[in-house]
C-alpha cells in the first residue's frame, strides 16, 4: 500500500524567517503526482503546490517551493520569508497510479506549523 | 463559485441516532470523496465515487453509506452513530480527465456523538 510520512507533527517559525517541512512516501510506481495542502485555523484545504513526478524541475509558487528527491522519495516543502498567514496544518498528499478508474489521494498525518512574531 | 457545499457544518448526534451530510459540487466533477479528519490521523478516505449511480469503499468504510443519485451530489450516510465517528467530514470532488489538477475541498463538518 502506498503511504505519505510526515515526520514532524509540529513546527515553529519566526515571522520572515525560511521553514522546511518534511515529507516522504512509498510507491513502486514511476509516475505519479504530489501535492502539500494548507489547512488553517478555518479547516478549508487549500493547494498550496504541487508536483508531477516526471517532472525533474522542482515546482514552485511564490514563497512556497518543494525539492523533489524521487530517488530517495522525498518531497519537502520550503517556505521562505513566512507570515503570519502561514500559521495551519500542512498536508503532504500523493496520488497513486489509476486504480481501475479511480483515483484518490493518500495524506499524510500533518505537521502542525506556527509562525511567531 | 460556490465549488463544494457541505451540509450541515456543525451536527451533535446521540449514539444511536442516524443522520445523512450532503455534499454539492457544481463544477460538472464526475470524481466525489468523503473524507475524514482525526486528530494526528490526517485524512482517510472513506468513500468514493467515480460517476453518477457508482460508489466504492475507501479506506474506513464501516458504518457509513453512500449514494450519488445525481453527479453533483454525493451524501454520506450513518445509521447508527457511534462515539468513534466523532470527527470531521471532509467531501471533495475532481476531474479524471485532469490528474495533476487538485482535488477542491468543502468547509468540513464537524460531528460530534454522544
Known amino acids: 500500500a502506498q503511504t505519505v510520512t510526515q515526520s514532524q507533527p509540529e513546527m515553529s517559525v519566526q515571522e520572515a524567517e525560511t521553514v522546511t517541512l518534511s515529507c516522504t512516501y512509498d510507491?513502486?510506481?514511476?509516475?505519479?503526482?504530489l501535492f502539500w495542502y494548507k489547512q488553517p485555523p478555518s479547516r478549508q484545504m487549500i493547494l498550496v503546490i504541487r508536483?508531477?513526478?516526471?517532472?525533474?524541475q522542482n515546482a514552485t509558487e511564490n514563497r512556497f517551493s518543494v525539492n523533489f528527491q524521487k530517488a530517495a522519495k522525498s518531497f519537502s516543502l520550503k517556505i521562505s520569508d513566512s507570515q503570519l498567514g502561514d500559521t495551519a496544518m500542512y498536508f503532504c498528499?500523493?496520488?497513486?497510479?489509476?486504480?481501475?478508474?479511480?483515483?484518490?489521494?493518500?495524506f499524510g498525518k500533518g505537521t502542525k506549523l506556527t509562525v511567531n512574531p | 463559485n460556490a465549488g463544494v457545499t457541505q451540509t450541515p457544518k456543525f451536527r451533535v448526534l446521540k449514539t444511536g441516532q442516524s443522520m445523512t451530510l450532503l455534499c454539492a459540487q457544481d463544477m460538472n466533477h464526475e470524481y466525489m470523496y468523503w473524507y475524514r479528519q482525526d486528530p494526528g490521523m490526517g485524512l482517510r478516505l472513506i468513500h468514493y465515487s467515480v460517476g453518477e449511480g457508482t460508489t466504492a469503499k475507501g479506506e474506513v468504510p464501516d458504518g457509513y453509506n453512500v449514494s450519488r443519485l445525481k453527479k453533483q451530489n454525493f451524501l454520506l450516510g450513518l445509521e447508527s452513530a457511534a462515539p468513534s465517528q466523532t470527527s470531521v467530514y471532509f467531501c471533495?470532488?475532481?476531474?479524471?480527465?485532469?490528474?495533476?489538477?487538485?482535488?477542491?475541498f468543502g468547509q468540513g463538518t464537524r460531528l460530534t456523538v454522544v
Open positions: 508536483q508531477e513526478a516526471y517532472k525533474q
Open positions: 471533495a470532488s475532481s476531474d479524471p480527465r485532469h490528474r495533476d489538477t487538485e482535488a477542491f
Open positions: 510507491t513502486s510506481e514511476n509516475n505519479y503526482y
Open positions: 498528499a500523493f496520488t497513486p497510479p489509476w486504480e481501475g478508474g479511480s483515483e484518490k489521494l493518500v
